[in-house]
């Protein structure tokens, strides 16, 4: 009995010592408080932040931890920004194993909890209104870090709606178009990605002009929430040794820091003083403005604004617990640029990344395309003829495949060292795809060192081989330029989709002919053999009739 009575005990403290592992009861609608006994909300400010942007009449909201401290639950509701104890009704989206949209106030799950307690350190929703809302909203959360430790009342910024949304999207429109005014007439500017300034359409725009204490910089720029632009100064267009001042939001603020790239690795310095730079976030439209010195100095280094000229290396990326993760855009001047001048500058392509895009391209499109199509219906052609000691068709073929291998090699190599070494961007898989294209490439040759002879009996399974890996690494080696076209760093349009969309019309248009062709030549061939045979066979009929004349012959 005392052991039963000490185990109910025991089940007892450990189901009230631990957190709701399925997320905020209904109870806690108004207050938004967790049903934690004993335990009292954090007087420190929170560690933890809630963004939010509007999308039509749908806003984004984020929970996040810039600190990169994980938390286990949250409750979180849409409230007005003028009495932040009435609740506004709305619909959350949510993730499976992650979150969960409950119903508070006869409304349909207008609030959100977690749906267990493993550690999050983000949480992405989307909320829409259930009615027309015509005031200035908030969202408004309780997170807690465990049972016991928890933060009430962590607010976003106010959210413009209903007719103010309006005037709100045209400021934004306004702002961003007042950022390229005088461009190139009393400061110069550059843009990302390429070709921006002059379409309007920057998603970051760096500008600089000549000021009486130095040069006055000024970075505008779309950020999502724990992103970043920055702009740093080098002596060549590529990432090492290069002074950096990073611009990024933290929560509803926005931090400007100076940072050193070491090689292809960021170290951040110092956050620059709060009264040495301007910085807001409006409208959706984050801004960072401070002035240089002319003569600037970096881990050891010396900058003279004044007297040289240095190349600008501009990029965006996401933040990684405080730190600047690998960027996901980037550009570099084509030239050194003259910082008292106004010359129109122009970012562009690195070179490395032309070598590798030109190579590729023409490797996989142009000389293995070639090369499966010799293969595959020229093996009948010249017949009785060779070149160097092969049958045509298989010179030509060897030839133009080892050309193209040469090409991916060198294109795979020259992005490598580019890079840096392996920088893989999750939310695109080009990168992966290349190498597995690249690898396949590579068996072929190997494995055709060792194919058996043609007439030896496993000599079919080389043949199948040969041509299911080859054929394998052609379609994946296309999938994954067709993938480049979205890699802001490739410089490539959209319209490069339907140039490619063409070439692989044109192949299989080019295969589909020459199948017909094929198709057709040995029906032809077919109905002279059987009109030989008929001949032949009329002839035999005719001398078994005319046995005198077989006799006189």
């Not at 505008?220 to 590529?238: I, K, V, W």
């Not at 994954?480 to 490739?490: G, H, K, R, Y």
Request: some cysteine; glycine content about 8%.
């Amino acid at each position: 009995m005392k052991i039963e009575l000490f185990a109910l005990t025991l089940l007892f403290c450990i189901l009230s010592c631990r957190g709701r592992p399925d997320g905020a009861p209904k109870s806690s609608c108004s207050t938004l408080l967790p049903v934690h006994r004993g335990n009292t909300p954090q007087r420190s400010s929170s560690p933890y932040t809630i963004t939010a942007e509007r999308s039509g009449n749908k806003i984004r909201v984020i929970i996040s931890s810039p600190s990169g401290e994980p938390f286990q639950g949250f409750i979180l509701q849409a409230r007005s920004a003028k009495d932040r104890q009435k609740t506004i009704d709305g619909k959350f989206t949510q993730q499976n194993d992650i979150s969960k949209a409950i119903d508070c106030f006869r409304g349909s799950q207008n609030t959100l909890t977690h749906s267990n307690t493993n550690g999050k350190r983000e949480i992405i929703t989307e909320w829409s209104p259930a009615d027309e809302v015509d005031e200035d909203i908030i969202f408004r959360a309780t997170v807690s870090e465990s049972f016991s430790v928890f933060w009430t009342e962590i607010d976003s910024s106010p959210i413009r709606m209903g007719n103010n949304a309006g005037s709100s999207s045209k400021r934004k429109k306004e702002d961003s178009h007042t950022m390229y005014d005088n461009c190139f007439v009393s400061k110069g500017c550059l843009g990302y990605p390429p070709g921006c300034v002059n379409r309007g359409d920057c998603e970051v725009l760096l500008s600089y002009a000549n000021d009486v204490d130095g040069i006055a910089f000024k970075m505008y720029g779309f950020l999502e929430p724990q992103t970043y632009m920055a702009m740093g100064l080098s002596t060549d267009s590529r990432m090492g040794d290069d002074a950096v001042t990073e611009c990024f939001r933290q929560g509803s603020s926005v931090i400007a820091r100076e940072s050193w790239n070491n090689g292809k690795s960021n170290a951040a310095n110092r956050e620059l003083p709060r009264e040495k730079y301007n910085a807001e976030f409006t409208n959706g439209l984050t801004s960072c403005s401070w002035t240089a010195k002319y003569i600037q100095e970096s881990y050891g280094r010396r900058f003279d604004l004044a007297n040289s000229t240095y190349y600008l290396l501009l990029a965006k990326g996401p933040m990684k617990n405080g730190k600047l993760s690998y960027h996901s855009g980037r550009l570099s001047t084509q030239e050194p640029v003259n910082f008292t001048g106004f010359d129109v500058v122009e970012g562009g392509v690195d070179a490395s990344i032309k070598i590798h895009g030109t190579f590729m391209i023409t490797a996989w499109v142009g000389f293995v395309s070639v090369g499966i199509l010799l293969a595959r219906h020229f093996k009948s052609a010249f017949e009785n003829r060779t070149l160097c000691g092969v049958k045509i068709w298989f010179a030509l073929h060897r030839s133009f495949m080892i050309v193209a291998l040469i090409f991916v090699v060198i294109a795979f190599i020259v992005i490598f060292v580019y890079k840096g070494g392996w920088n893989y961007e999750t939310r695109n898989p080009h990168a992966v795809l290349g190498c597995i294209a690249t690898a396949l490439g590579l068996f072929q040759p190997i494995m055709a060192a060792f194919r058996p002879a043609p007439d030896h009996p496993k000599r079919p399974i080389f043949n199948w081989l040969h041509w299911a890996v080859g054929n394998l690494a052609h379609i994946i080696a296309v999938i994954t330029i067709f993938f480049a076209v979205s890699l802001e760093s490739s410089g490539l349009k959209e319209s490069f989709y339907w140039v490619m969309s063409v070439v692989v019309i044109v192949y299989v248009v080019f295969h589909l002919l020459f199948h017909v062709h094929a198709w057709t030549s040995g029906k032809k061939k077919n109905s002279e053999v059987k009109m030989l045979e008929m001949n032949a066979g009329r002839g035999n009929n005719n001398m078994q009739n005319n046995p005198q004349e077989k006799n006189s012959s």
